[in-house]
């Protein structure tokens, strides 16, 4: 019998030559194909982050001052914090240093209720309005129940610039009818003699406010929300995932709501800053805005340009939540009144982030 004969050395190394190629390839176009997917579900998970923190702060600017406060107290920022400042008192989250903090306010937890009678420090609030109209008063039942403290926004007639901000000490069900409902309502408030009493009225000394009592027409409670980015203080190495949050606290005041958590409601993580301008109508001016804390001109003055809130300017910037290999984020020089420098916030701990920005401008309404 022949003896079959197999391959030469040179045509194994051909061969091997030729399969070491292909796996080659292969494995780089796996690679390429695998940075493309990470990149795109990175992209992705970074553009809903923004839709989220977006749709908070824009509802937050929009519904700010409802019930009647005033423009000049339904908003507030506090501009790039300090190193080592907080959110409130001590026990409270840290704020990331040179971010803003967007303060809100507004009775945006309920309805402004219509008043029927009063008597001292007493409000006396019927199921049945003057004109007819049924009103819940078990909310504004429940609130002095829950939670001591409650700050409550009492208002004129509709269109009146009068009100003023006092604390709920109690609220007693004077009647009930056949479904249990509550049909008349005696609440109890003061303006004096507590910490938050005295701070409500610090805070409401910003309202046009008429002599006695006789302006009182509607009454609500009166909510505080802040904005901010949250400091992660439980990484002691790598990159520190920050998170955009949000905290309730007694208005005007330092104190952290009895109901809200101590470390705030996170809204979306790996949040890099968060900067807010104003713009404010110039009354020689019709027409004209000068911004304050940022805008297209950065401002000269450290206080608020004279004339009413016209517009308030909201820039959000986060990362993605892992780095990427052979990525390197553009430079970014400022957001607002917020300057990076030469590294721009580009990099953290010598890794690349992939970034996304949304900025948007919310006209502020007369409530």
């Known amino acids: 019998m022949r003896r ?20 080659v390839g292969l494995l780089v176009l796996f690679e390429t194909h695998s940075g493309v997917t990470r990149r795109q579900s990175l992209t992705v998970d970074l553009e809903q982050s923004l839709r989220i923190a977006r749709h908070a702060l824009t509802r937050a600017c929009r519904v700010a001052g409802w019930g009647g406060l005033p423009a000049s107290l339904a908003i507030e920022v506090r501009n790039n914090a300090a190193p080592g400042e907080r959110i409130g008192d001590p026990r409270s989250p840290a704020v990331v240093p040179e971010t803003d903090v967007l303060i809100v306010r507004g009775v945006v937890e309920g ?39 409650e700050a409550l926004l009492v208002t004129g007639a509709r269109g009146s610039a009068s009100c003023s901000i006092v604390e709920l000490v109690s609220a007693v069900a004077r009647g009930r009818g056949v479904s ?36 009182m027409r509607y009454v609500g409670v009166l909510v505080e929300m802040r904005y901010f980015v949250r400091s992660d203080e439980r990484q002691p190495g790598g990159w520190a995932r920050h ?45 004209a805005r000068r911004w304050h804390f940022g805008g297209p001109e950065l401002p000269v003055a450290p206080v608020p340009p004279e004339g009413p809130l016209e517009l308030v300017g909201l820039s959000i910037l986060l990362r993605g939540a892992r780095p990427l290999r052979h990525y390197v984020s553009p430079p970014l020089a400022r957001i607002e009144d917020r300057w990076y420098g030469e590294v721009g916030a580009a990099t953290s701990v010598g890794r690349s982030f992939l970034r996304a920005r949304s900025s948007a401008q ?6």
């Open 4 to 23: 079959a004969r197999g391959f030469s050395l040179l045509e194994l190394m051909v061969a091997m030559a030729l399969a070491t190629s292909l796996l």
């Open 111 to 149: 309805s402004m209720l219509e008043i029927s009678a009063l008597a001292p420090e007493t409000l006396i609030l019927s199921r049945r309005t003057e004109g007819g109209a049924e009103q819940p008063l078990e909310g504004l039942l429940a609130a002095a129940g829950d939670v001591p403290g």
């Open 180 to 215: 249990g409902e509550v049909t008349e309502l005696a609440v109890e408030y003061r303006t004096s003699g507590t910490a938050l009493a005295d701070g409500y009225r610090r805070l409401s000394a910003a309202c046009t406010r008429a002599r006695g009592s006789d302006w």
């Open 243 to 287: 998170q955009l949050a949000r905290s309730r606290f007694y208005p005007g005041s330092e104190r952290p709501h009895a109901e809200a958590p101590r470390a705030g409601v996170p809204l979306v993580d790996n949040a890099l800053d968060l900067q807010v301008a104003l713009a404010f109508s110039q009354p020689d001016d019709p027409g």
């Open 362 to 367: 919310i006209a502020v309404r007369s409530r």
